[in-house]
């Protein structure tokens, strides 16, 4: 599947459906820290990403466009991808397809690689939401992928996530368990914080890392449950490679 037609795609589903809908968009910026690599390098990794979104009213089409940029700390690589989601959003959930483009490092050389997917958010309570996706990648890593995940908020200013993914590539394949706590510091201001485990089990060897981010999301206030309900998705159709 060529990227540039999943894009168009994309782009299309957010396309209004509407004339009295009432367009917004909003942001998130995320900066962060982990100990590792996904593929074994036991170097710091910092990265920071953007996300912006433009949405409707519920129920309503949704564009969303961001990248990621990763610098390994003592490995002396920069990482970075582009990608843009279109789903739909309603107040069960969301569904939705991705596309991404971007640069990873495998430990041994840098490789480039197209990814693109489909995804779906399931707001199963008030306070827990459910979630999968799978897809394909091609270009210096071929493979598949799928993943399933889940997100708790205890109170409205604490979410607990817990993710599952499966990656299937060119020479091996990887099992991916993420856990994350977030805590929102102010409802007004939308800064929050959270920390989180990585656990890598792959072909050839197995990385634990630990990870800290401080997210802001511009233009949303209220609960955690409802920024992330109606802000930018952290949950999106691309590979869990970046």
């Known amino acids: 599947m060529n990227w540039t037609r999943a894009l168009v795609f994309a782009a299309a589903l957010a396309v209004p459906c509407a004339a009295s809908a ?3 968009f909003t942001h998130k910026l995320d900066v962060g820290y982990s100990t590792a ?15 912006t979104l433009f949405s409707y009213d519920l129920p309503g089409p949704n564009l969303q466009i961001g990248g990621d940029y990763d610098h390994i700390a ?3 690589n920069d990482e970075w991808s582009g990608n843009a989601s279109g789903f739909w959003r309603a107040r069960w959930g969301t569904a939705g397809i991705s596309v991404g483009y971007g640069d990873v490092s495998t430990g041994t ?17 008030s306070d ?13 890593i071929t493979g598949w992928y799928g993943g399933a995940g889940a997100t708790y908020y205890p109170t409205t200013f604490i979410s607990l996530s817990l993710t ?6 060119s020479g091996g394949r990887d099992h991916i368990i993420d856990a994350e706590a977030e805590y ?13 485990y990585e656990h890598v089990s792959a072909k050839t060897n197995d990385t634990d890392a630990l990870m800290i981010h401080l997210r802001y999301r511009f233009g949303l206030q209220g609960s955690l449950v409802r920024q992330d309900r109606v802000g930018p998705v ?9």
Request: net charge positive.
């Open 22 to 24: 009432d367009p917004v």
């Open 109 to 125: 050389a840098n490789k480039s690689l197209t990814s693109y997917g489909a995804f779906s958010e399931w707001y199963m309570l």
């Open 37 to 51: 690599t996904k593929f074994g390098t036991n170097d710091g990794v910092w990265s920071v990403g953007w996300d």
């Open 164 to 169: 599952y993914n499966y990656s299937r590539v």
């Open 74 to 76: 003592h490995g002396a």
């Open 234 to 242: 952290s949950w999106d159709g691309l590979a869990p490679l970046r």
């Open 184 to 196: 929102l510091i102010s409802r007004k201001y939308p800064l929050s914080i959270a920390a989180g």
């Open 128 to 140: 827990l939401t459910v979630k999968a996706k799978g897809g394909a990648f091609d270009g210096g």
